[in-house]
């Protein structure tokens, strides 16, 4: 298997970059963002509690979290490989993440980070809000995103530069010259 992990501030283009490596790669894409969007649409317990949480820019508790990464895994057996958009966000996280690889006798290969700046996130997250009418992107709420983002998800860099595994690439420009440029960089990983 080839497992992916894709980091970024949130508007850095993981989904995007993400849908893109798992079809170039075959490799399923597991994306908490969406699960999460979902069970909130069908108004399940889950969705219910992570809506609370996602209104004021929060993080939805590890356990639950683990549950449906560990559930979305199972599903998906046959995979080659698995690309992980949005999870871990937190140290805590990576390590249940490095165990459930462990106990499913897997391994993440590679850890991408797209690095974007603060006002290109907001500005991103802005239109984004405007064109899908999403409510949870206002300019408050990708304020405090962006320092969740800091204060929890930034520390992960440092964790995984440590085990080898972390490849920065610049999230600015054209989605296909993004693209391409993770494609370079994970294909080293392949060889």
Known sequence: MF???????????????????????NVKHISTGDILRAEVKQKSE?????????????LVPDDLLIKILHSSIEKNKDAAGFIFDGFPRTIVQAEALDD???????????????D????????????RAEI???????KETIRNRL?????????????????GKLESINGVGSIDKIFEDVVSTLEKYLS
Do not use: C, H
């Not at 899908?132 to 206002?138: A, Q, T």
């Open 46 to 58: 889950l969705g219910r509690q992570a809506q609370t949480l996602m209104e004021k820019g929060e």
């Open 3 to 25: 497992n992916i992990i894709i980091f970024g501030p949130p508007g850095s283009g993981k989904g995007t970059q993400s849908a893109r490596i798992a079809e170039k790669f």
């Open 132 to 138: 899908e009418g999403r409510k949870d992107d206002n």
């Open 100 to 114: 459930l690889m462990k106990e499913l006798e897997e391994t993440i290969d590679v850890v991408v980070s797209l």
């Open 147 to 163: 320092n969740v983002y800091k204060e929890q998800t930034a520390p992960l860099l440092a964790y995984y530069m440590k085990q």
């Open 116 to 127: 974007v700046p603060d006002n290109e996130v907001v500005d991103r997250l802005l239109k």
